[in-house]
């Protein structure tokens, strides 16, 4: 793909004046939870939800355990913050170990509560390394997922997709092809797996472009604090983590803001870098902690929405 004129002005733009100086805030962003486990864990959740709301995203979205193993705190978070925060929230459903009618038993209760969006996943089977194994009365695969949840009701839905390859697949060509077929089920949009190099999105973009995919891409933002948790995310999901990102957080253990510091560094610029790209739509994973995500989408520009500070008071 050939940079297009206002890109290369555009990166230019990001060497020749302050970084981060007069963004017009033209971006939208989203946001990742997992529901949480104690009170105080919810706690910290409802926190960063009442933080973030204000930058009105485009929808929060709530992790769904390993089979189901948070299906009922998913639901009761998913639901609080349609109710209460009155945004709009995706909640997560996967194949792991669940029947189709089980499937369909969880989508009607996420639509009577009012969840309209779907983010549709093969799912992992909870222990690192093991093999996807489809319930024998269950979906195989993400794609029937979509094709079964579009029976049920027309939610809006998302999928994954890998800028590195998913470790699953064959070749990159079988990745982007299963891709393809999640798409032409009948996801609207895809949400990329992390990554910390922009050029991995670049190229991932024009691989998706010669394959004919163009349904919007939006990639997903880590913002790493704690490096080896950071890896052992990584190794399950085939990200690769550039080794410099060791070096700058080495000695950083014990001084926590610092380290906060770091690594709002290190985010801000690899997302300035996107956006230099022609990136609009950012996608974090907030570990439910709202600062890092908070502080990138100030620095690109994006300021509260004065109606949703209203609807907060």
């Not at 709301?53 to 009761?76: D, I, K, M």
């Not at 979906?139 to 800028?163: H, M, Q, R």
């Not at 190229?203 to 998706?208: A, I, P, W």
Request: proline share 7%; charged share 20%.
């Amino acid at each position: 793909m050939i940079a297009s004129y206002d890109q290369l002005r555009e990166a230019r733009t990001a060497l020749d004046t302050p970084l981060f100086g007069g963004l017009p805030g033209d971006i939208a962003v989203s946001f990742e939870f997992f529901p949480p486990k104690t009170e105080k864990m919810d706690a910290l959740l409802w926190e960063a939800v009442t933080q973030l709301a204000p930058l009105a995203p485009r929808f929060v979205s709530v992790t769904y355990g390993a089979g189901g193993s948070t299906r009922e705190r998913t639901h009761a978070t998913v639901a609080r913050i349609i109710a209460e925060a009155r945004l709009p929230a995706a909640a997560h459903l996967t194949c792991v170990d669940a029947t189709k009618d089980e499937i369909r038993e969880v989508a009607e209760q996420y639509w009577t509560a009012g969840v309209r969006h779907i983010v549709a996943l093969r799912g992992d089977m909870g222990e690192p390394g093991a093999p996807f194994v489809p319930h024998p009365q269950g979906y195989a695969n993400a794609a029937e997922l979509v094709a079964g949840l579009k029976t049920i009701a027309p939610f809006e839905i998302s999928v994954a997709a890998y800028p590195e390859m998913h470790p699953d697949s064959a070749s990159e060509a079988a990745d982007l092809d299963n891709l393809k077929r999640k798409l032409d089920a009948g996801a609207s949009q895809a949400i990329t797996q992390f990554f910390f190099s922009p050029e991995v999105f670049f190229r991932f973009r024009d691989k998706l472009a010669a394959a004919g995919i163009d349904a919007p891409i939006l990639p997903g933002i880590l913002p790493v604090s704690n490096v080896a948790q950071a890896r052992k995310f990584a190794a399950a999901c085939g990200a690769q983590i550039p080794a410099w990102m060791d070096g700058l957080f080495e000695g950083l253990d014990t001084h926590p803001a610092a380290r906060q510091l770091v690594a709002a560094t290190v985010a801000a610029e690899f997302c300035r870098r996107l956006y230099a790209g022609g990136v609009r739509d950012f996608h974090f994973y907030t570990l439910n902690r709202a600062e890092l995500a908070y502080a990138i989408s100030h620095l690109l520009g994006l300021r509260p929405d004065k109606s949703t500070l209203e609807k907060a008071a």
